[in-house]
């Protein structure tokens, strides 16, 4: 499975951006997907998870509600919409897939597919 993330960009504080995540791949829909990010100098984290039906997701105690991910397996696509926005969510948010798994997973190391990350940055 190949992966193409999309929709990062600058915007205020309190404001929102969609991320998009396509995937290549006739088997996207058996898998777990994943979204992590990876901020100047500090390590990549877990941001959120889905199974590979959507009916479970799992979230960092940071997003607070503030993100939904979301999945839409006959377009083979993986969403993160964030909203509220804060100036320390600034990074590169990347999307992963755990092929081969339909479980969802906050451990990155789990994740066997990257795609190249998109940026976002939220200005104070």
Do not use: H
Not at 22 to 41: E, I, K, L, V
Not at 47 to 57: F, L
Not at 95 to 108: E, L, P, Q
């Amino acid at each position: 499975v190949q992966l193409q993330a999309s929709g990062g960009g600058l915007v205020q504080t309190g404001g929102s951006l969609r991320l998009s995540c396509a995937a290549s791949g006739r088997t996207f829909s058996n898998y777990a997907m994943g979204w992590f990010r990876q901020a100047p100098g500090k390590e990549r984290e877990f941001v959120a998870a889905i199974n590979w039906s959507g009916g479970t997701t799992y979230y960092a105690d940071f997003v607070e509600g503030r993100f939904t991910i979301t999945r839409d397996n006959a377009k083979n696509t993986v969403n993160l919409q964030m909203n509220s926005l804060k100036p320390e969510d600034t990074a590169a948010y990347y999307c992963a897939v755990r092929s081969g798994y339909s479980g969802a997973s906050t451990d990155a190391n789990q994740y066997n597919s990257w795609g190249q990350g998109t940026q976002v940055t939220v200005s104070s």
